[in-house]
């Protein structure tokens, strides 16, 4: 019988299937460019390739193609019948997610890695800070992805993709220094891992490594391709360090290239909320609002996801509202935010309306109100998902808050609760 890269048995007699099936498989675990047309290939050549099919669901699913993915989980299920266990295990696991049901996925994640702790493709979704932990809404959820990887550790200890993934969960908890190192090794031996120099940027920025990030980032995205599912967000990150650093032509012409709604394609996912995120950093900093650019990010995140549901999208399209001047915008959206809240239906509870909340009276410019809901909160922002990185766009403005409000020892006390990350904090006044 055929294997795949880590051993694993596959339900398929045809060598150029499995060939293109693994080459598409290690495109979606480094988020290169072709993996769809890879799987498409695996498929041709064996149109009854069930985990092909579930692979190329999951594919489509990262570029928010869900009908389209669907379609080919649903191909996964008819065949699942035909195949081994454990491959009916990894197409459910898989299908499970792309069906909408994240809950019964981790479930059936955890319950198939029991037995198949080796099975990296099932073990992706449940990885990053947007994946089945991070999207959790749990307060935990950190400690709870290192702990996941962990159990994984034993079997893929030497693979780059694992060293990938469990180098950010170490780096979200604070332990840099093993991160950098994991990191280090994982790129060493596949450069070309687009998530890999994602993580490194993020290890850095934790760091306080801000040069030394803008200048790994310079010398690695010229070699990725445009049409790659991180290029939108890795460009984020090299804007965002441009105006830590000060260079902040540099910053706005990414900014206006590869991520704001039609610069580099992007899912819309990160464009909802990278977009708003520099905008919101950049006025945190010291500049001036652009009104139209704001406008353009509104406009995008209500078209986009008309419907509050993704807590992490749900605080960027209110923000995006706040920075618009939409107020009745953002009354309406909290209001439906806080009614999800009551009903059950938030993972991540109550903690986004009431961000919604502070950052609306920031932009009021009621400092005091501000304080009094930021300071809670923040706490809990990491129930909405999103990195350390991402979140710190919450903190900022609380500290950007204390400043405006003449609290700056407050500000002080804030920055030195930072025991295990030193990032830079570009916020005005704060010398």
């Known amino acids: 019988m055929l294997v795949d890269r880590y051993g694993l048995p596959l339900s398929t007699s045809s060598a150029a299937a499995r060939d293109a099936y693994i080459a598409g498989v290690d495109c979606l675990l480094s988020a290169a460019h072709g993996d769809q047309a890879h799987l498409e290939r695996a498929v041709a050549n064996d149109p009854d390739f069930a985990l092909a099919h579930a692979a190329l669901a999951r594919a489509r699913f990262l570029m928010a193609n ?19 266990p454990r491959e009916q295990s990894h197409i459910d696991a898989l299908c499970l997610a792309i069906e909408g049901n994240p809950v019964g996925a981790f479930a059936a994640t955890r319950a198939h890695l029991a037995e198949h702790p080796r099975d990296a493709m099932v073990a992706s979704p449940a990885t990053g800070v947007f994946g089945l932990i991070g999207f959790s809404g749990r307060q935990g959820r950190e400690p ?14 030497n693979d780059w ?10 780096e979200e908890h604070g332990r840099l220094d093993e ?14 891992n687009a998530h890999g120099a994602h993580i490194k940027a993020h290890v850095l920025y934790e760091m306080g490594e801000d040069r030394t990030a803008l200048d790994y980032l310079d010398a690695w995205l010229p070699t990725y391709e445009r049409e790659g599912l991180m290029h939108c967000h890795i460009s984020w990150h090299v804007a965002l360090f441009a105006l830590m650093l000060g260079n902040t032509e540099r910053a706005w012409q990414v900014y206006q290239a590869q991520v704001h709604p039609g610069g580099a394609w992007g899912p819309a996912l990160n464009v909802a909320t990278d977009a708003p995120a520099f905008l919101w950093r950049a006025e945190l900093a010291g500049y001036g ?10 406009a995008y995140g209500q078209k986009s996801f008309p419907k ?40 991540a509870g109550d903690v986004v309306p009431r961000l919604a909340n502070g950052l609306s009276a920031y932009g009021d410019g009621d400092w005091a109100k501000a304080i009094a809901i930021l ?6 922002t990491v129930r909405i998902g999103g990195s350390r990185a991402q979140r710190d766009l919450i903190e900022n403005t609380l500290l950007a808050a204390y400043l405006k409000a003449g609290r700056e020892t407050d500000a002080r006390k804030l920055l030195a609760a930072h025991t295990d990350r030193r990032p830079s904090v570009p916020v005005a006044g704060l010398s």
């Open 179 to 192: 991160a950098l190192e994991l990191i280090e090794r994982s790129m060493a031996t596949n450069p070309k």
């Open 289 to 298: 609002r652009k009104p139209a650019l704001w406008n353009e990010v509104h």
């Open 375 to 380: 300071e809670p909160a923040l706490a809990e």
């Open 161 to 170: 993709w694992f060293q990938a993934v469990y180098a950010f969960a170490l």
């Open 144 to 157: 709870e992805q290192v702990e996941f990887l962990d159990a994984l550790k034993p079997h893929l200890a």
């Open 308 to 347: 509050p549901g993704i807590a992490f999208v749900d605080v960027h399209r209110a923000l995006a509202s706040v920075a618009a001047g939409d107020r009745e915008g953002i009354a309406a959206y909290v209001a439906e935010l806080e009614q999800r809240a009551a009903s059950g239906r938030s993972p």
């Open 66 to 84: 869900i009908s389209g993915a669907r379609q080919s989980a649903a191909r996964a299920r008819e065949l699942a019948p035909k195949v081994t």
